[in-house]
């Protein structure tokens, strides 16, 4: 989908390109990515590049006028040249949603130029990383709880996922501090304004950077914690097991004993078989007792 702004507010759509207007790209259809090549001279091949979500963050200069994973990353073209800034995306994203794609929380503000746009929008991305990292945060919490008295591995395979997800986040990140220190480098960033924003833009990528290893770290210890607790509550379902085939082993010997085709000296008694049942039940009562003294149960 191609939609174009007549500022970077992203509130005033027209219909043809004009001078200095945006043009936001999402999803695009093979016919959408042949009329970018034609229509504003980019290649296809660096569309293609954009278009490839394990494409790595970058900033180049131009002289010529990521499953079953719950959160991932893709990757945001930003193309800059005297007439037009477009951008472009793989799928529809919340740094930019092609149906509301002002980088404001609220509409109606106006964007001096188009570094300002771009800081804005790293501003923007650091806060979306902050907020998906703590949900982050949360869902593990509700799956440590689980993880507590499980046996099975669909919990482990829960935070394994989550640790994935943090990968993606803190390559992305390290990615984007990249492109941050290439930009603030490349001298285009002038005015008071764009070095607070770039300052503002470079703390949120550095807290969020942070937060991803904080939380990675303590993913990966707790996700060897468990394992061993997973390990160690399936021995303790295999002790209790045993422990009760020992105790109904001991009324199966008994009966086994004195039901043998063999004179064993009561087979005339009335009071045999209630006999044998309670001397049965005796013994493994004390069994169960020694077991419980032992604190095997």
Known sequence: MIKIFKTFGGYIEIPKVEKGCWINVTQPTKEEIQRISEEFNITADTVLDILDVDERPRVEFDDTSNNSVPFHTVPLGIYMSDDFTLT?????????PIEQVSPFREQLHQIPDVIN???????????TFLRYLKEINQQTSVIEKDLEESIKNSELNKLLKMEKCLVYFITSIKANEIVLAKLHHSKKIVGEINEDMFEDAKIENKQA?????????????????????????????MKQLTLISILLMIPTLIASIFGMN???????????M????????????IGVFLFRKRRWF
């Open 117 to 127: 746009f771009i800081l804005r929008l790293f501003v923007r991305n650091g806060n």
């Open 274 to 285: 209630p006999s044998i049942i309670i001397v049965s039940l005796f013994i493994s009562v």
């Open 262 to 272: 063999v004179p064993n000296f009561i087979e005339d008694s009335h009071w045999a």
């Open 209 to 237: 950077l942070e937060m991803a290893q904080i939380y990675s770290d303590i993913l990966s210890g707790m996700m060897d914690a468990f394992a061993s607790i997973i390990s160690n509550n399936l021995n303790i379902v």
């Open 88 to 96: 472009l995306c793989l799928q529809d994203n919340e740094i930019l």
